[in-house]
């Protein structure tokens, strides 16, 4: 035998289904804005690794000084680009 639904409850769960799917589209973002996260989170992973013993790093002390020296210039670079010569 089927259950039988109240149409007032299928509503409502149709209803919350659809905001669900609704709110979870993701935020637009340009690509500029998501570099400059990508710079702001590897210069807070560089400063964490600095904190910690040298033993106690995640990271490699070749990896830090690669991100330290070479990949966090370069993307700031390209977020703080300033075209007058």
């Not at 289904?17 to 979870?24: A, N, T």
């Not at 807070?44 to 990949?71: F, T």
């Amino acid at each position: 035998m089927p259950l039988k639904h109240s149409s007032s409850r299928v509503k409502t769960f149709h209803s919350f289904f659809f905001l669900m799917v609704y709110h979870y589209q993701p935020i637009q973002q340009s690509e500029l804005k998501r570099l400059e996260n990508i710079l702001k989170e590897l210069e807070s992973i560089v400063r964490r690794e600095n904190k910690r013993h040298e033993m106690d790093q995640h990271l490699m002390i070749g990896s830090l000084d690669v991100l330290e020296d070479e990949i966090i210039p370069l993307v700031d670079e390209i977020v703080n680009y300033d075209p007058t010569p």
